[in-house]
T-cell receptor, first 116, second 117 residues
Framework: AQSVTQLGSHVSVSEGALVLLRCNYS??????LFWYVQYPNQGLQLLLK??????LVKGINGFEAEFKKSETSFHLTKPSAHMSDAAEYFC??????????????FGKGTKLSVKP | DAGVIQSPRHEVTEMGQEVTLRCKPI?????LFWYRQTMMRGLELLIY????????DSGMPEDRFSAKMPNASFSTLKIQPSEPRDSAVYFC???????????????FGSGTQLSVL
């Protein structure tokens, strides 16, 4: 069965600093992996997704994530944090089996705070 | 498109009462998901539909929970009777899962904050 583990429920960075949010996955099949963001009082929005093409995936708002099979990781990064990045970030894996919509299994989330 | 629309935005009820949450997915989307979010358990999938047919309801916690999708533009999640431990934010999401270019891009509603006293 697929699962994801997000390391750190809270991460705090200064504005302009590197953002690194960690996600490790477990999957019995080649995984489809996702990062979603949730702003206060809103639903989740897709940031980026990995579907076995390039291992470095670029998303919206300057975020990117690198798929590392040897480490079973899919960490999210952004070179320079902005105040507007403060939100909760969720890593997810799909039980997709080629071609059809799968069920997304979400991690517990990491709340990112950005200090001025 | 207005996005996924959920109602009500907030619901406060007393233990034992019936609660009905509503969702209107994005027009043309063929998958609809109901999720529950709590501090303790995070985001949990309750049930999802494809073309109005329930595909996987293994996440529905108990028989007190039921979900229907009578047509492509409407779904309900009902809790009867409600209990304090059902207090959570309930999200509805939809996607166009049949298109490999966009499937698994879920569009979430703003959620219903449910408080059962």
């Amino acid at each position: 069965a697929q699962s994801v583990t997000q390391l750190g429920s809270h991460v705090s960075v200064s504005e302009g600093a590197l953002v690194l949010l960690r996600c490790n996955y477990s999957s019995s099949v080649p995984p489809y992996l996702f990062w979603y963001v949730q702003y206060p009082n809103q639903g989740l929005q897709l940031l980026l997704k990995y579907t076995s093409a390039a291992t470095l995936v670029k998303g919206i708002n300057g975020f990117e994530a690198e798929f590392k099979k040897s480490e079973t990781s899919f960490h999210l990064t952004k070179p320079s944090a902005h105040m507007s990045d403060a939100a909760e970030y969720f890593c997810a894996v799909s039980d997709h089996y080629g071609g059809s919509q799968g069920n997304l299994i979400f991690g517990k989330g990491t709340k990112l705070s950005v200090k001025p | 498109d207005a996005g996924v629309i959920q109602s009500p935005r907030h619901e406060v009820t007393e233990m034992g009462q019936e609660v009905t949450l509503r969702c209107k997915p994005i027009s043309g989307h063929d998958y609809l998901f109901w999720y529950r979010q709590t501090m303790m358990r995070g985001l949990e999938l309750l049930i999802y539909f494809n073309n109005n047919v329930p595909i996987d309801d293994s996440g529905m916690p108990e028989d007190r929970f039921s979900a229907k999708m009578p047509n492509a533009s409407f779904s309900t999640l009902k809790i009867q009777p409600s209990e304090p431990r059902d207090s959570a934010v309930y999200f509805c999401a939809s996607s166009f899962g049949s298109d490999p270019a966009t499937n698994e891009k879920l569009f979430f509603g703003s959620g219903t904050q449910l408080s059962v006293l």
